[in-house]
């Protein structure tokens, strides 16, 4: 079984369009992050949250809202879409304790604005 | 910000060749990862260094965190096909936020 899931897989979209990317973890982790790899393969981390609540929060534009239901799911919901956006998000977890550094990927959810 | 310079950036070798690859920082940091992502694919944790000094084993990949807290190596022994990938050097500086600070990614192909 997956340990951290995405969906979708792949988004494709036009400028200006909202859209929503969900990530789900059955590793039992209590915090998630989302992260950003862009087209030269770098990864910058953009919001974690810890038991539903916010604890890293990057320079991200307001239009990046992410929404955390339960700790096994962080969604990131994305406002009027941007050329820039273009870019593969991935969702991670962690449990807290001496591993916490530990970070499992999911396998991406490669978004492309038009 | 804080950097992580990984070096070098990409590494075409011969099958049963030995890879070696590294990250400096300007900060010290507290934990470095190596991770290794495939095409289409997260990445994927290989190895997790908590104490300066320290040299940990996972099969052919050796890595080392370094004495002064501002490096690390990854060696790869006796290369296969299926070592392609890039792979990522990670570490954590700050209090235990787990936020993570990635290197620029190692490219390595090994030909047959």
């Known amino acids: 079984d997956t340990a951290v899931s995405q969906t979708p897989k792949y988004l494709v979209t036009q400028m200006g369009n909202d859209k929503s990317i969900k990530c789900e973890q059955n590793?039992?982790?209590?915090?998630m992050y989302w992260y950003k790899q862009d087209s030269k393969k770098f990864l910058k981390i953009m919001f974690s949250?810890?038991?539903?609540?916010?604890?890293i929060n990057e320079t991200v534009p307001n239009r990046f809202s992410p929404k955390s239901p339960d700790k096994a799911h962080l969604n990131l919901h994305i406002n009027s879409l941007e050329l820039g956006d273009s870019a593969v998000y991935f969702c991670?977890?962690?449990?807290?304790?001496?591993?916490?550094?530990?970070?499992?990927f999911g396998p991406g959810t490669r978004l492309t604005v038009l | 910000g804080q950097q992580l310079n990984q070096s070098p950036q990409s590494m075409f070798i011969q099958e049963g060749e030995d890879v070696s690859m590294n990250c400096t920082s300007s900060?010290?940091?507290?934990?470095w990862l190596w991770y290794k992502q495939e095409p289409g694919e997260g990445p994927v944790l290989l190895i997790a260094?908590?104490?300066?000094?320290e040299l940990t084993s996972n099969g052919r990949l050796t890595a080392q965190f370094g004495i002064t807290r501002k490096d690390s190596f990854l060696n790869i022994s006796a290369s296969i096909p299926s070592d392609v990938g890039i792979y990522f050097c990670?570490?954590?500086?700050?209090?235990?936020?787990?936020?993570?600070?990635f290197g620029q990614g190692t490219t390595l192909q090994v030909k047959p």
């Open positions: 260094l908590y104490k300066a000094g």
């Open positions: 991670a977890s962690s449990s807290f304790g001496h591993s916490y550094n530990e970070q499992f």
């Open positions: 900060s010290i940091f507290n934990t």
């Open positions: 949250y810890n038991n539903k609540e916010l604890i």
């Open positions: 590793l039992g982790h209590d915090t």
């Open positions: 990670a570490g954590q500086s700050s209090s235990n936020t787990g936020k993570l600070i």
